[in-house]
């Protein structure tokens, strides 16, 4: 199945949050999204969205302020895109 952001199946996805991207999640995934508060500074949201590179790197471009949380297949295929993509290979250990 194709979607505006490529290929895959919508999934649910738990995202931990820092409150100064509150703004962006609510771009990204719309108004009706229902944010839980954990502490003063980190918020839980359920998403529906594609775990695809695309996502992988908007998660990406917030400096970890924007985390993949609850569910290990989603850490794990995070994890899996960012060695393919990030990590040389050849210096890895």
């Known amino acids: 199945m194709t979607y505006m952001y490529g290929e895959g ?3 649910v996805i738990e995202l931990e949050f820092t409150p100064n991207v509150y703004s962006n ?3 990204k995934f ?3 999204i229902h944010p839980k508060k954990i502490n003063e500074n980190l918020y839980c949201v359920q998403v529906r969205h594609i775990m695809n590179s ?3 790197s908007w998660i990406i ?3 970890g302020r924007i985390q993949i949380s609850n569910n290990d297949v ?3 295929q995070f994890k899996d895109f960012l060695i393919e ?3 040389n290979k050849n210096n890895a250990d």
């Open 9 to 11: 199946k919508i999934e």
């Open 25 to 27: 999640m609510i771009d």
């Open 30 to 32: 719309g108004k009706d």
């Open 54 to 56: 695309t996502f992988f």
């Open 61 to 63: 471009g917030f400096g």
């Open 74 to 76: 989603h850490k794990k």
């Open 85 to 87: 993509n990030f990590i």
